[in-house]
């Protein structure tokens, strides 16, 4: 089965079902203690192993710090030799903040080396294996089918930087059963329960940036800070991503909540100059992307070069219409409240212009949970 970036928020992990597996397996769960906190690092695990029992484990905490593969090497330096190392990426091989990885491996003559994915870095991509293999290390992709997609999925916002210049876009819409995110006046809150907004931010503590509308923000002046998720398993704290605010004309109020610290603005040329200054006078950050509205796809662009390269888009109408249009979703989250509110009330989605349902984005479907009190979630893939 597929699995979306973020899969491992509502499903738990499948058994594994050899030794191989096993232990990938248990790189996964060193990995994701990095979800979030590695940009614009993909967030890597590695375990050291010998006859199928654990030698050591790690994991990338920070851009800058250590990889995966040293945290866990320098754990038994100098004792590993002849051991296994399963990483959940590809060891890197070229010098960045850290040396080559591949360099650390050969230096302990690790034997074996099983990759849960291939490196999305075209500098990268297959090299780290072949380097290895030509230094006589037996180095692999892991075989089971399920671990290495959990792994190719766990970097899907750094793979999509990498090769197409922009981040994952991830979209959650909050909406009732005949799809109204908002009564007629206006008022959504709260559609959804308790349960279902504490994944939310839970899943706010693992993405790189918020993003909404202007519309949101004039609405309901959302602050989109992390408050009702619940401790981390790890212990770790949750930290807030930063927020990032699409408002073509910048008409919104730079005193709003939501411009804190490490928030920005993205605006269209059409901005007057002094709308421009009042947001500079606030010390927000802008971003121009478009002569004249917005242009999406620039938008992401700037935002996957400033190391953003998982994005919550927690949407209003209109701008997730204008995602859907320009091809930009890649992971749909759709929660459902047992509720009606009519056709009066605001719809999820703005108009599409579509002429027949088949000119419709096709989803699939990869992940959904019930909750106690009603409300549902559905995970889909584009």
Known sequence: MAHSAF??????????????AAMMARALVEARRGVGR???????????ARDGAVLAVGHHARAGERHAEVVALDQVAGAARGATLYVTLEPCTHHGRTPPCVD??????????????????????GGGIERLRAAG??????????????????????TSAMTRGRPWVL???????????????????WITGPHARALVHELRDAVDAVVVGSGTVLADDPALTVRAAPPRADGEARRDPRRVIIDGT?????????????????????????????FDDAGVERVVAGPGPVDLAAALFCLAQRGLHALLVEAGP???????????????????????LGDDAVPAVGPLDLASPDQAPRLTLVGERAFSD?????????
């Open 7 to 20: 899969a491992w928020l509502c499903a738990p992990d499948q058994g594994p079902r050899d030794v191989d």
């Open 38 to 48: 590695t940009a614009p690092n993909p967030p890597v695990g590695a375990v050291v």
């Open 104 to 125: 650390r491996v050969l230096a302990e003559d690790i034997a074996r080396v099983v990759v849960g994915a291939a490196d999305g870095n075209p500098r990268v991509s």
């Open 137 to 158: 290390v037996d180095a692999s992709l892991i075989a089971d089918a399920d671990i290495a997609a959990q792994a190719s999925a766990l970097v899907a916002p750094f």
């Open 171 to 189: 979209l959650k819409i909050a909406a009732t059963l005949d799809g109204r995110v908002a009564a007629a006046n206006g008022r959504s809150r």
């Open 250 to 278: 910048l008409r919104c109020d730079p005193r709003a909540q939501v411009f804190g610290a490490g928030s920005l603005v993205v605006h269209g040329g059409a901005a007057s100059a002094e709308r421009q200054r009042a």
């Open 318 to 340: 209109r701008l997730a219409a204008a995602l859907w249009q320009a091809g930009l979703v890649d992971e749909l989250w759709w929660m459902t409240a047992p509720r009606v």
């Open 374 to 382: 009603g409300d549902a979630l559905r995970v889909l893939l584009r």
